[in-house]
Nanobody
């Protein structure tokens, strides 16, 4: 099994910054994509950013230029640096990882979520 431990959420004023972290642990062969999603109250979960094992990144239009996703493969950890935060960024942020077990089967796992609140 694969477990994800998220951290870094909190309350910040508009224009401020936060850094989210998500560390994967367990028994697996490889992690492929690592990404972040978010869900605001009353809304569906939406894509925020993703980074592949090779370092290629993709972002939602709403966060381009403000958020940066990165990963430390040695620590099996993905980060989301969030700058110039806006009240509309308020949401529960979920980490998502995809990979391959030692036996060859694929997996995808979600973190428990971390709340980010941006005050105006």
């Amino acid at each position: 099994q694969v477990q994800l431990m998220e951290s870094g959420g909190g309350l910040v004023q508009a224009g401020g910054s936060l850094r989210l972290s998500c560390a994967a642990s367990g028994s697996f062969f490889r992690i492929n994509a690592m990404g972040w999603y978010r869900q605001a109250p009353g809304n569906q979960r939406e894509f925020v950013a993703v980074i592949t094992s090779g370092g290629s990144t993709n972002y939602a239009d709403s966060v381009k230029g403000r958020f940066t996703i990165s990963r430390d493969n040695a620590k099996n950890t993905v980060y989301l640096q969030m700058n110039s935060l806006k009240p509309e960024d308020t949401a529960v942020y979920y980490c998502n990882t995809q990979g391959v077990f030692s036996g060859g089967g694929p997996w995808t796992t979600w973190g428990q979520g971390t709340l980010v609140t941006v005050s105006s």
